[in-house]
């Protein structure tokens, strides 16, 4: 039987703004009024970016201190919140950490390649990881290749990661002018499961341009859960622009449903990914 599906929705990400859509959510109070409306639609986590007073991607801790009180007071737990830690070129490990330790939101999102950029970080990120995992915060990992994964397996066997507590992010692509991802780019990620994953490690699938939903329905497929939203893409599949992220969750929903697979909610997800 298969388990139920996650959608996260990822409302704004890092680089984005209104210039190139007018409904993507900069402050705290758009956040809001889209988390509200992806978590009708079907989504039960949210990705979320905060900004400053400018717009641009911030990981201080009070920008996103301001986004993280105002969706949890507004949503309580209607949905789950992850913190991304992504650097963008401008933050290190110590900075993406600090906000973790100093926030403690229910989820948090980490770059293994940016978190753990060579050997010289083991040693710390062992000890942040073990925290997280002590914390109660579901960390997500997130992979941008099959070497990527290879190398997460890696960190587990040389206790860097806990074993559990955990959820896995594939990435199909990269933030590239023009990127279009293809459902074929998630056989690599799928082999490298085969040859070492028992049990059972729960992840979910990203990607890029208007095959968006495409290649998640293909990790639905394989009983993977899904990201979508303005992060990613901005299109639907016919390449005409959607209207907002919430419309982009529901058509991902319908496709859920139809495979016959039922949705995780909120609270679902802290029973079943948060257990133990």
Request: with cysteine.
């Amino acid at each position: 039987m298969s388990t139920p599906c996650l959608i996260i929705v990822a409302p704004n990400g890092a680089r984005r703004t209104k210039a190139d859509h007018p409904a993507l959510p900069i402050s705290p109070a758009e956040m809001v009024d889209e988390v509200a409306a992806c978590a009708e639609a079907g989504a039960a986590m949210v990705h979320l970016h905060a900004r400053d007073a400018e717009g641009r991607h911030s990981l201080e801790i009070d920008d996103n201190a301001a986004m993280l009180k105002q969706v949890t007071d507004q949503l309580g737990d209607q949905v789950i919140v992850q913190l991304t830690t992504e650097a963008v070129g401008i933050y290190q490990p110590p900075q993406q950490m600090e906000l973790i330790r100093e926030l403690q939101p229910e989820a948090a999102s980490f770059a293994l390649r940016e978190l753990i950029p060579d050997d010289s970080w083991l040693e710390q990120a062992a000890d942040f990881f073990g925290w997280v995992r002590s914390r109660g915060i579901l960390a997500q990992y997130i992979l941008y290749s099959a070497d990527d994964l290879a190398r997460y397996y890696r960190l587990i066997d040389q206790g860097v990661l806990p074993t559990d507590h955990h959820h896995l992010l594939f990435v199909l692509g990269r933030y590239s002018q023009g990127q279009q991802s293809n459902p074929q780019e998630l056989l690599p990620f799928l082999q490298q499961l085969e040859q070492r994953q028992i049990p059972t490690v729960p992840w979910a699938l990203c990607a890029f341009g208007q095959r968006e939903q495409q290649c998640l329905a293909a990790a639905c497929s394989f009983d993977g859960d899904a990201r979508v939203g303005f992060e990613n893409n901005l299109l639907r599949s016919d390449g005409t622009q959607a209207n907002n992220n919430a419309e982009q969750v529901a058509q991902l929903r319908q496709t859920i449903l139809s495979m016959g697979r039922e949705l995780h909610s909120a609270a679902s997800v802290r029973q079943h990914y948060k257990a133990g």
